[in-house]
């Protein structure tokens, strides 16, 4: 298997630098601990935890490309992605025992790969030369998908649909993406604001405990 992902090094190491990459490869690393960190609150054996740490990683960008007839499915033709998102998975059963602060690590790391699959999906809906509604859709797409994907199999309520500013911080990412790319900010230095800016948000937020407003109807319809 590490040869399997030996072509992700070449491509870091060996061609021209691509931040785009990085992110990519940080925010699917992060999304399989994550998933990895919930199938294990479930008690799942490591199948189940190998499942949900590919779906969790992989899923959002999957349901990204079928929604905009993105063909090929990304990772179907880097299956070095796969392996990468397995060896995360199946490593974080073995660090998970010596990491204290199970939840702290867990929303951080979701927290990282929200931002970084907005962002991703953006770029993605962009090089396909679509409007930007659409663009803003990929990216929040890309973000929330895979953490609702893992939260339904685990059974529990998806984060995105409790009063947590999640899909808000995505959001907000990608409109922020898109306001430094109309104003001819450098492709690289959008990305870093955008990353980091982003994941500050989605910390404080967590920090904070900021809150969407709730709808609450219990009215009994006669």
Known sequence: MTESIAPIFHQLFHGS????????????????MSGALAAG???????????????????GGTIRDVVLGNY???WTQ???????VILAGLATTIVARFMHQMKQIFLALDAMGLVAFSLIGCNVALRLNYPTIVVIMSGMLTGISGGILRDVLCNQVPVVFRRELYASVSLTVCLLFLG???????????????????????LAAIRFKWRLPVFSYQQRWE
Not at 17 to 32: G, N, P, R, S
Not at 46 to 56: K, L, Q, W
Request: contains cysteine; glycine residues 8%.
């Open 17 to 32: 630098f691509d931040l785009l990459l990085v992110i990519y490869l940080i925010a699917i690393t992060t999304e399989a």
């Open 180 to 202: 430094l790319r109309y104003l001819d900010i450098s492709p690289n230095i959008s990305t870093i604001i955008c990353f980091a800016g982003g994941l500050a948000f989605r």
């Open 41 to 59: 609150r479930r008690n799942m054996d490591i199948f189940g935890v190998v499942v949900i740490a590919f779906v969790t990683a992989l899923g």
């Open 78 to 84: 880097h299956p070095e992605y796969a392996y990468l």
């Open 72 to 74: 090929p499915v990304g």
